[in-house]
């Protein structure tokens, strides 16, 4: 008689640099997809697995720091060499904002202050004729919306990277190489946390930029239900590239 094999759920690694930008949807979406994450916070601790022996996929969240930070957070040279890891052993893997930089600085790409500045609320994102034909997009309009906010942004790809989206404020919104992506928006937001981001903000010396906070957040609570299913589909895309890997 034959033996039975026995199917292991997938676990994603979540590396998480700050504790205020958690896997917020993908939680759910993950369950919904049948996939386990395995969320590491640096403000639990700074030790994250060595390797990503037994995972099916990797995902770097967003953060208040920047890539260039790494003499004040030594950490994020680790997260790197995790993107690299992926990249390397072709493991599915995901950038968002923060995680998207490291990621592109990790393959040889630039990250810089952005100079048309801050990008913050529902972010109008572009797929090119690449992005149309990647995985991560498929069955994402050609035009759809997102959480964002960054004043860093990817202004050199690495080499040999896929332009998959771009926007009218920072040109480099999503791109692939390899089996690693980057996102610069935040796909995994909901209002309710872009909310808790923007009373997080001392705005007391910019009462005008406070004013355009607080539109953003009443803009992302009222095009929620145009935001929440691209995001769902492209989240829910990179999932199913980790499960398609397990197979």
């Excluded at 790494?70 to 950038?95: C, K, N, Q, S, V």
């Excluded at 404020?169 to 872009?194: D, I, K, L, M």
């Excluded at 589909?233 to 397990?246: A, C, D, H, I, P």
Aim: proline share 6%; hydrophobic share 40%.
């Amino acid at each position: 008689m034959a033996a039975t094999r026995v199917e292991h759920t997938p676990s994603i690694l979540v590396l998480q640099p700050d504790e205020n930008c958690g896997p917020d949807r993908i939680a759910q979406w993950a369950s919904n997809h049948g996939v386990e994450l395995s969320v590491y916070s640096m403000s639990v601790s700074t030790d994250m697995p060595p390797s990503l022996d037994g995972y099916a996929g990797l995902i770097v969240l967003g953060g208040d720091m920047g890539d260039r930070d790494t003499a004040a957070y030594p950490w994020l040279e680790d997260m790197r060499e995790r993107l690299r890891e992926a990249h390397r052993e072709g493991i599915p893997a995901l950038g968002v904002c923060l995680g998207a930089q490291l990621l592109a600085s990790a393959l040889g790409g630039e990250v810089q202050l952005g100079e048309p500045g801050l990008e913050a609320g529902v972010a109008g994102i572009r797929i090119t004729d690449e992005g149309a034909r990647d995985p991560l997009l498929q069955g994402v309009p050609e035009v759809f919306y997102s959480g964002s906010m960054h004043n860093d942004a990817v202004v050199r790809l690495p080499e040999g990277a896929v332009l998959l989206a771009t926007g009218d404020v920072y040109p480099h919104q999503a791109f692939r190489s390899g089996t690693t992506w980057g996102v610069q928006f935040h796909p995994e937001v909901s209002p309710a946390s872009y909310e808790t981001w923007v009373g997080l903000e001392d705005h007391t010396a910019n009462p005008e930029l406070k004013a355009r906070f607080d539109a953003s957040v009443e803009d992302f609570w009222a095009r929620d239900a145009i935001v929440a299913p691209a995001c769902e589909r492209l989240v829910g895309n990179f999932l199913s590239t980790v499960t398609q890997e397990r197979r």
